[in-house]
């Protein structure tokens, strides 16, 4: 049953319905389009348009039809309804008659959308917060299990100061905090009801809007009508969130699939995250990792369409809107299931704490060491620079490290390198230097578990 047709002599040709109609997405919302049913319906009991006798069967016919939806909500797809909202209407009028018709008085589809999405992000955000959550406990756990792992860490994709891989952990943990608090920001932002807004001009009821927003359990109500049923800020928003996280998430990928490698051989992937190869059976492919960071483009690409959708509407409601919903759902999901699937590749990952030992070892990573031990003896740090390049070009010609170099090497570049300079080149002195906030000290890296695995317990319960 379409919720419009009186205006109109003929039918909707069935391409344009084909076209037009949004159930085929929008069903997703049939729980908060009955969630925000009933409560319209008891606002309408306090504005005289209902009896409290015809707001009970009202409720009680859409329990019943809220339970067979939570049971199956595919059932909805068999209709040839409109959207969510005609499909509801429709259950509820074969379920109540001629009463079911009255439920819409003073409502509009544009308020009744808005507020449907609204209830629907701010649901998805609470499981959302789950998962930033979950896998920030898999990377803790993670850094806990392997805290005496030393690896090289990286600027330009080249060797450059040592790390631990605990560091490494807690840097993504860092970056999800944040993913965190931006999200429950955007739901705070969009904790508002529209609902009571009408088309665009408010409801001619005298309807507690207030009372209304509360009892869909929002902070409040909205306070423009034009704006609420035309704001679709939080559907961007959600969107950003997903798309920073989800480059947080490719980043983690992107190391992962770096530190697997034959070349580097820093950790082993679990068989549950991995896949063969259809030729060459030694493969052994990091897909779980490259999905995650493939799936990156489609969520950014989705608040690109969003925002060109939005861009230049004109006040108040345009059919234009339709297209927030299809990017959205797309976007979250998209995020929830990286944010799982990240967590899981931690569950069984093995660090190979030989190789990345001596992959620290390599490559020179204590030339800044020697430099600070220059400082030390009084050299300015710029000529301090100069010499220990120097020497790191006279160890690469005769392939020795730093620490392999005798006095009488060193000396050729400058007088004043004593013996005491060999436990200044050892890599655990290199961690122990780094004693300030943040740094790879062991008593800092320690210091930074307890934290997190503090917060996250606080956060958990």
Same mark, same amino acid.
């Given at each position: 049953?379409?919720?419009?047709?009186?205006?109109?002599?003929?039918?909707?040709?069935?391409?344009?319905?084909?076209? @037009?109609?949004?159930?085929?997405?929008?069903?997703?919302?049939?729980?908060?389009?009955?969630?925000g049913?009933?409560?319209?319906?008891?606002?309408?009991?306090? $504005?005289?348009?209902?009896?409290?006798? !015809? =707001?009970?069967?009202?409720?009680?016919?859409?329990?019943?039809?809220?339970?067979?939806?939570?049971?199956?909500?595919?059932?909805?797809?068999?209709?040839?309804?409109?959207?969510?909202?005609?499909?509801?209407?429709?259950? #509820?009028?074969?379920?109540?008659?001629?009463?079911?018709?009255?439920?819409?008085?003073?409502?509009?589809? &544009? /308020? =009744?959308?808005?507020?449907?999405l609204?209830?629907?992000?701010?649901?998805?955000?609470?499981?959302?917060?789950? +998962?930033?959550?979950?896998?920030?406990?898999?990377?803790?756990?993670?850094?806990?299990? @392997?805290?005496?792992?030393?690896?090289?860490?990286? %600027?330009?994709l080249?060797?450059?100061?040592?790390?631990?891989?605990?560091?490494?952990?807690?840097?993504?943990?860092?970056?999800?905090?944040?993913?965190?608090?931006?999200?429950?920001?955007?739901?705070?932002?969009?904790?508002?009801?529209?609902?009571?807004?009408?088309?665009?001009?408010?409801?001619?009821?005298?309807?507690?809007? !207030?009372?209304?927003?509360?009892?869909?359990?929002?902070?409040?109500?909205?306070?423009? +009508? #034009?704006?609420?049923?035309?704001?679709?800020?939080?559907?961007?928003?959600l969107?950003?969130?997903? +798309?920073?996280?989800? %480059?947080?998430?490719?980043?983690?990928?992107?190391?992962?699939i770096?530190? @697997?490698?034959?070349?580097?051989?820093?950790?082993? *992937?679990?068989?549950?995250?991995? +896949?063969?190869?259809?030729?060459?059976?030694?493969?052994? @492919?990091?897909?779980?990792?490259?999905?995650?960071?493939?799936?990156?483009?489609?969520?950014?690409?989705?608040?690109?369409?969003?925002?060109?959708?939005?861009?230049? *509407?004109? #006040?108040?409601?345009?059919?234009?809107?339709?297209?927030?919903?299809?990017?959205?759902?797309?976007?979250?999901?998209?995020?929830?299931?990286?944010?799982?699937?990240?967590?899981?590749?931690?569950?069984?990952?093995k $660090?190979?704490g !030989?190789?990345?030992?001596?992959?620290?070892?390599?490559?020179?990573?204590?030339?800044?060491?020697?430099?600070?031990?220059? $400082?030390?003896? /009084?050299?300015?740090?710029?000529?301090?620079?100069h010499?220990?390049?120097? %020497?790191?070009?006279?160890?690469?010609?005769?392939?020795?490290?730093?620490?392999?170099? %005798?006095?009488?090497?060193?000396?050729?570049?400058?007088?004043?390198i004593?013996?005491?300079?060999?436990? &200044?080149?050892?890599?655990?002195?290199?961690?122990?230097?780094? $004693?300030?906030?943040?740094?790879?000290?062991?008593?800092?890296?320690?210091?930074?578990?307890?934290?997190?695995?503090?917060?996250?317990?606080?956060?958990?319960?």
């Amino acid at each position: 049953m379409a919720l419009w047709g009186g205006r109109f002599s003929q039918g909707a040709d069935s391409r344009f319905k084909q076209f @037009n109609d949004s159930l085929r997405f929008d069903y997703r919302l049939a729980e908060q389009d009955i969630q925000g049913s009933m409560a319209w319906a008891k606002a309408l009991v306090k $504005v005289g348009v209902l009896t409290e006798d !015809e =707001q009970a069967k009202l409720q009680q016919a859409m329990e019943v039809l809220l339970a067979s939806v939570q049971q199956d909500p595919q059932q909805i797809l068999n209709s040839d309804a409109e959207d969510i909202h005609s499909w509801v209407e429709s259950q #509820l009028i074969a379920a109540v008659g001629d009463l079911g018709k009255k439920l819409h008085t003073g409502r509009s589809r &544009n /308020d =009744q959308v808005a507020t449907d999405l609204k209830l629907w992000c701010k649901a998805q955000g609470e499981l959302l917060l789950g +998962s930033i959550t979950a896998l920030q406990q898999g990377l803790v756990a993670s850094a806990r299990a @392997n805290q005496a792992a030393v690896l090289p860490g990286y %600027t330009h994709l080249q060797r450059a100061q040592p790390v631990t891989y605990a560091h490494w952990a807690l840097a993504y943990v860092e970056m999800l905090e944040r993913d965190y608090s931006r999200l429950q920001d955007a739901l705070k932002r969009l904790d508002t009801s529209p609902l009571g807004c009408g088309a665009l001009a408010g409801t001619a009821y005298a309807i507690d809007r !207030e009372a209304l927003a509360l009892d869909m359990d929002f902070a409040g109500a909205t306070r423009n +009508s #034009l704006d609420s049923v035309s704001d679709r800020d939080h559907v961007v928003e959600l969107m950003h969130v997903a +798309s920073l996280s989800m %480059t947080h998430l490719s980043r983690f990928a992107e190391d992962l699939i770096f530190y @697997n490698t034959g070349e580097a051989g820093f950790v082993e *992937l679990s068989d549950a995250v991995t +896949s063969g190869s259809s030729l060459m059976p030694q493969k052994k @492919n990091p897909d779980a990792l490259e999905l995650i960071r493939g799936k990156t483009g489609r969520v950014v690409g989705a608040q690109m369409g969003m925002l060109m959708s939005l861009k230049a *509407l004109p #006040l108040a409601y345009n059919k234009d809107m339709q297209e927030d919903k299809e990017g959205l759902f797309d976007a979250l999901d998209t995020w929830h299931d990286c944010l799982d699937m990240a967590a899981l590749v931690l569950i069984d990952l093995k $660090v190979n704490g !030989e190789r990345t030992m001596a992959a620290a070892q390599g490559g020179y990573a204590n030339a800044t060491e020697l430099a600070d031990y220059l $400082v030390a003896k /009084d050299i300015p740090f710029r000529e301090a620079h100069h010499i220990v390049g120097e %020497t790191v070009v006279y160890a690469i010609q005769v392939k020795k490290p730093l620490e392999e170099l %005798t006095i009488g090497e060193f000396q050729r570049f400058s007088p004043v390198i004593e013996f005491d300079v060999y436990p &200044n080149l050892e890599l655990e002195a290199t961690l122990a230097k780094r $004693v300030a906030k943040g740094g790879v000290a062991r008593e800092q890296i320690e210091g930074a578990l307890v934290a997190a695995e503090a917060l996250l317990a606080k956060r958990a319960g």
